[in-house]
């Protein structure tokens, strides 16, 4: 039998023991012990150590070369290619329940069954122990996260993505008060993808501050320092009173102006969160993941907890994504994932150029026309295809970006996927208004997790699938974050997705410009606005005029006069969905209030208008602030 001693070398041996921190050992010897790799391999954060990963996940096949030196290519399993919200479940002690909305199994039998699961999972495998820092290095928002995996992908992966954080784990000087992830890939084939997918799980231990996770490789479900550590932060966000949240954070720069705005906005998977943050002309600090704190100023501070992206590369294309599309045909390192390889060269949907009708892909080799055991037509790549890669050499990274203050946010914007409702951009009331808005976000499914596409569902705060911890806390701390800040930032709602009675969208993918443009102008007093019940909208010519100044573009009044409708019976309907959603539980006082003020504006509108749907023109009269 393997024992400890012969899986770890002097060498690696010391690498634990210069942490001096013995939960650190304690972990690691547990899960070798279960899960038997031929090696454990203690990496810091050297570029030696780093280059090894990136060479390792070539050797092993997890990752091919592409044409480009430093592009590289990888495959998730065919099923493997989303998010498994069914499998992912929180480890509740006996006796405790949580919410319904909350995927839970009791913890002992959880634990049980998914360390059999792991038993000898790393047969044959290295075990890679890797140190990261979630958020700024030395920073008020900086938590320490301890991976563990054997798989190379997952490790190469959270180098682009994170802050290396061995010497940050240092300094916890024997403490226990850090993260920590065990993954293992399981039985492979030889794809190299994992075979076992009807054992892949994704166990959240709360009170370890830990996640264990199974036979899968697609990084939503693997890299412990993206979707799993932020379940785990929300848990530790909402017992200390700040916000961990899924969200973008950019700078904004109005046209003519010297001024940085900086917003952060949720919007779930495939929703255009990565696109916001990348509109031409701004800066991106973070696409995915930010902690808001209450700052010593009292203002609310925000940093993104990553340093990478890990986006859709479906329909990114020179014209709607020139930024990224351009970074994706450079010599930066990138992780292809889940799209078409042909001689050596990366194709995806929508990249707006001509593919080759052969090739490989997830499904293996490919050719044009191609079906899956279903029946269903294989698509070139994926329409959950990602591409990962580090903000540094981003064109259009904001100089602040490292800041271990974080940045002021002064605007929170919150969007969904919603063909028929919402406005494509309001001004909530008040601070709680937005937390409303926010909390009654609806959105249609995408593949960004396995499932149903297109069907609504409710999404508050784009969050919903990482929230741990009851609604009622959640939205209680949201409520409470703004009481307690000196100045709050101010929140909006978007919707880029309107669609007429074609089923064509009524936006371009360009236009969410003008929309962020204007509430940027809003933050500074320098737009007035209509009052509708849901909100503050532009007048027309004033989005007009951002649209030619920033986009060149005529905005017509048939345009905005279809889009800023107010809808008042979709919107009651909604308003009554959310109201039926919420009715199994306990929400706070805060919630209803607005919820029934804001039932009494669309009721009273209605009344008064006498129709579904009213003109913004109609309302043009007053302006107000
Ligand atoms: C998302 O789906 O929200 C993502 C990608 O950002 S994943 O890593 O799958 O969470
Ligand atoms: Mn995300």
Not at 62 to 74: D, G, P, S, Y
Not at 280 to 301: A, F, M, R, S
Not at 569 to 598: C, G, H, M, V, W
Request: proline share 4%.
């Amino acid at each position: 039998m393997l024992k400890i001693n012969d899986m770890l070398d002097k060498k690696n041996y010391l690498k634990i023991k210069y942490l001096e921190n013995e939960s650190i050992e304690k972990i690691i010897f547990e899960m070798a012990t279960i899960c038997k790799p031929e090696k454990i391999l203690i990496l810091n954060d050297s570029d030696e150590d780093t280059e090894f990963v990136r060479n390792l996940a070539l050797s092993n096949g997890e990752e091919r070369k592409l044409k480009n030196q430093n592009h590289t290519i990888h495959y998730d399993g065919y099923d493997d290619q989303g998010r498994d919200k069914q499998h992912t479940r929180v480890l509740l002690p006996k006796g405790k329940s949580i919410s319904k909305h909350i995927n839970t199994i009791e913890k002992q039998s959880g634990l049980k069954e998914i360390y059999k699961i792991l038993e000898n999972s790393m047969m044959g495998k290295k075990m890679l122990v890797r140190f990261f820092c979630l958020g700024p290095l030395d920073s008020k928002f900086s938590i320490s996260a301890m991976q563990i995996t054997d798989s190379a992908y997952v490790a190469h992966s959270e180098n682009i993505l994170y802050r290396s954080g061995y010497e940050q784990f240092k300094k916890l000087k024997n403490k226990n008060n850090f993260f920590h992830f065990v993954h293992s890939a399981g039985a492979l084939n030889e794809a190299k993808t994992s075979i076992n997918i009807d054992k892949r799980r994704i166990y959240i231990d709360l009170e370890g501050n830990r996640v264990l996770s199974v036979n899968n490789q697609y990084a939503g479900n693997s890299l412990g320092l993206k979707k799993l550590a932020l379940r785990l932060a929300i848990h530790k966000a909402n017992n200390e009173n700040w916000l961990s949240e899924h969200m973008f954070i950019m700078g904004v720069h109005p046209e003519n102006k010297t001024r940085t705005t900086y917003f952060c906005g949720a919007f779930p998977s495939a929703c255009g969160k990565t696109s916001t943050a990348m509109i031409p002309g701004q800066t991106i600090i973070g696409d995915d993941i930010v902690y808001l704190k209450i700052w010593e100023n009292g203002e609310c501070h925000a940093a993104n907890i990553e340093s990478g992206i890990f986006g859709i590369i479906k329909d990114v294309n020179p014209k709607d994504d020139p930024v990224i599309y351009k970074y994706l045909n450079s010599s930066n390192e990138i992780i292809f994932s889940n799209v078409l390889e042909s001689d050596g060269s990366p194709y995806w949907l929508g990249m707006g150029k001509k593919h080759p009708q052969i090739g490989i892909n997830h499904s293996g080799k490919w050719f044009e026309g191609k079906r899956d055991s279903r029946g269903n037509l294989i698509p070139l790549s994926h329409k959950n295809a990602r591409y990962t890669i580090n903000l540094k050499n981003l064109e259009n990274v904001d100089p602040f970006a490292e800041n271990k203050d974080g940045v002021p946010v002064k605007a929170i914007v919150y969007g969904g996927r919603d063909s028929d409702t919402n406005v494509p951009i309001a001004q909530s009331l008040s601070w709680n208004h937005g937390v409303f808005l926010g909390a009654s976000l609806e959105s249609e499914t995408t593949s960004a997790t396995i499932g149903e596409e297109g069907k609504r569902k409710h999404s508050p705060m784009a969050n919903l699938d990482f929230i741990v911890v009851p609604l009622n806390k959640y939205f209680s701390n949201h409520f409470k974050f703004g009481i307690a800040l000196k100045s709050q930032p101010i929140i909006f709602s978007t919707n880029y997705f309107l669609k007429n009675e074609n089923g064509d969208f009524l936006n371009s993918k360009k236009d969410k410009k003008a929309w962020i443009l204007w509430a940027e102008g809003r933050v500074h007093n320098e737009y007035k606005a209509i009052k509708t019940p849901v909100g503050f909208i532009p007048l027309y010519k004033d989005i007009a005029k951002i649209f030619k100044n920033s986009l060149n573009k005529e905005y017509t009044r048939q345009e905005y006069e279809k889009q800023f409708t107010i809808r008042i019976d979709n919107l009651i309907a909604k308003n009554i969905r959310i109201q039926n959603y919420f009715s199994y539980t306990k929400l706070p006082e805060q919630f209803y209030q607005e919820q029934s003020a804001q039932e009494k504006r669309l009721n009273d509108f209605k009344k008064q208008y006498n129709k579904n749907n009213i003109s913004p023109f109609e309302l043009d009269v007053n302006p107000k602030l």
